[in-house]
């Protein structure tokens, strides 16, 4: 056991005896000599023999267990000595949290550091890409944040309304679903939505509808059921060369016939319809027509039936972009079924064109600038005896022409003519639903017979000369439907010889016209296709026009 020395003042001090008393080991008293000067009770540094601890406690002391002590380690707490040694329980650190790593540092301050992937939110611990127990829009993401919680972007949830579908999580951590559309496609029923139901439809009464059957009007909602009125569809279009009926399912329907009527003109004989229209045959009693023309004309040099349903051959008929014809060569809407039978059509009317035969004038009546509406008509003619004689060129140049009789009807009124004709930036429009091209057949070698072009427009585009007023050159394409009788008739009073130039016969020209020819316009309105489209290319050089012929 090992002991420590300490000197203590005697009270009996004298001259000549030892005046210190030694304490050594536990209990024995010597007397000892006195420490030196510099050696004094306060300045005496105590020494820690081995067993004690950091407070100076000994822990070795036979009787020393129990007694508080001092390890000298700050992660320690309640010292005491144990069998000659001062020991203390660990300090505890244990937050009771599973995602933190709980350690005692240096100085004996707990650390509690967050483990990866996990969060701690709230005092609660979560692993990355747990959801909100209470929200499904957000979610632990460590990487973005380890102490909050962070969107759950896109993620399937439920807003709570019925009146809304495809709920997705938002970047805001909210739940945002898509309105429903509640349409029962019932217009007698308003369409409402109840955000526990779901779609709810109300039913009307007394509002408007149609139940299906058009020649009946004034249908009205009844308890949310359209129910049939009792008025009947006005079908008469006032135009005697059409049959006015009505079907249920399109309504009304004008058929057309070829009956006899009255063009209104006493001098013109027989009067048919053809193609819808009343047209009579100009006879010798019929006046003879003087007009006077302005300056501003052209001569066509080309005119042709388009070979394609492309931009440039046709124009888009039916007004729906998503259709064309013919479906096997077509596109942007284009419509030009009659392209197949530019084959044996384009021959013979290239031939006209070439060799004056077929000499069409345009006439731009009463144009006095672009974005003015101005009539356009147009007109067989022939060029003058002067300008053949000058050797103009009339595929080339601006010839001299007089129009001819066959031009006007048989009240002098011209029998091709759009009203509503309009140059804007150098483009040219002109036609539409109710305008009416015919061209005689027999010029391409169809004797008595009329090709019609219901609805005809032009569009295209003109270039002028200097004074704004004189035509340069001018293009475009002349469209609208032809009535697939109309065409029979015109390919039965061809002449054989143009059969022959193709070498083929009518019978085949017929059968093509049947397996080949898409009739896809309805021009009478019973829902099924009766017309074709057609595309006719032009284009032409300026010309000047010097007053009627008298044939």
Request: charged share 20%.
């Amino acid at each position: 056991m090992n002991t420590t020395n300490r000197t203590i003042p005697s009270a009996s001090r004298g001259a000549g005896v030892a005046s210190w008393l030694c304490l050594s080991g536990v209990a024995t008293v010597v007397a000892c000599a006195e420490p030196a000067p510099a050696q004094t009770a306060a300045s005496t540094t105590d020494t820690t023999a081995a067993g004690a601890d950091a407070s100076g406690s000994d822990c070795a002391a036979t009787d020393a267990s129990g007694t508080v002590c001092d390890d000298g380690n700050p992660c320690t707490i309640g010292d005491t000595c144990t069998n000659g040694t001062c020991k203390g329980t660990p300090k505890p650190c244990d937050d009771g949290l599973a995602c933190t790593a709980d350690t005692c540092a240096a100085k004996g301050d707990c650390d509690h550091a967050q483990l990866p992937a996990t969060c701690r939110i709230g005092g609660k611990c979560y692993a990355g890409g747990q959801k909100n127990p209470t929200d499904v829009c957000l979610a632990c993401a460590p990487t973005a944040s380890a102490v909050q919680w962070s969107a759950e972007v896109s993620a399937t949830c439920d807003d709570g309304s019925a009146c809304t579908a495809m709920d997705r999580c938002s970047g805001a951590g909210q739940c945002v679903g898509v309105a429903l559309v509640c349409d029962d496609k019932n217009v007698c029923t308003t369409d409402t939505c109840d955000a526990k139901t779901g779609c709810a439809p109300k039913p009307l009464t007394g509002a408007s509808c149609e139940d299906g059957n058009k020649c009946i009007t004034g249908d009205t909602c009844q308890a949310g059921v359209c129910k049939p009125g009792v008025g009947s569809l006005p079908c008469d279009d006032g135009n005697g060369c059409t049959l006015d009926s009505c079907a249920p399912g399109q309504g009304c329907i004008h058929g057309l016939t070829k009956a006899p009527c009255n063009d209104g003109a006493a001098c013109t004989m027989p009067d048919l319809c053809t193609g819808g229209t009343c047209v009579g045959v100009k006879t010798g009693l019929c006046p003879k027509c003087k007009q006077g023309f302005g300056p501003t004309a052209g001569k066509l040099t080309v005119f042709q039936i388009g070979t394609t349903g492309h931009s440039g051959d046709g124009l888009d008929v039916d007004g729906n972009p998503k259709t064309c014809a013919p479906s096997t060569n077509c596109s942007a809407g284009i419509d030009n079924a009659a392209s197949v039978l530019a084959a044996f059509v384009n021959k013979p009317l290239i031939s006209a064109v070439l060799d004056g035969k077929l000499s069409f004038i345009a006439d731009f009546a009463g144009y006095v600038g672009e974005g003015k509406p101005f009539t356009l008509n147009l007109f067989y003619a022939e060029q003058t005896p002067a300008s053949i004689a000058a050797k103009c060129a009339p595929l080339l140049d601006a010839c001299e022409w007089g129009v001819g009789q066959a031009g006007f009807a048989g009240d002098c009124t011209p029998k091709f003519s759009f009203s509503n004709a309009m140059i804007k930036g150098g483009k040219l429009t002109a036609g539409g639903k109710g305008t009416l091209f015919a061209m005689d057949a027999d010029l391409i070698g169809a004797k008595n017979a009329t090709l019609y072009v219901k609805g005809a427009r032009m569009e295209g585009s003109v270039e002028m000369k200097g004074d704004a007023t004189t035509i340069q050159n001018f293009k475009g394409v002349l469209a609208g439907a032809v009535p697939k009788e109309g065409l029979v008739d015109m390919i039965n009073a061809l002449d054989q010889t143009v059969f022959d130039q193709l070498k083929l016969d009518k019978a085949t020209v017929l059968l093509l016209l049947d397996d080949a020819l898409e009739l896809d316009l309805d021009i009478d309105g019973d829902g099924k296709g009766d017309a074709a489209s057609i595309g006719i290319r032009f284009s032409g050089v300026g010309a000047k026009l010097l007053g009627t012929n008298a044939n």
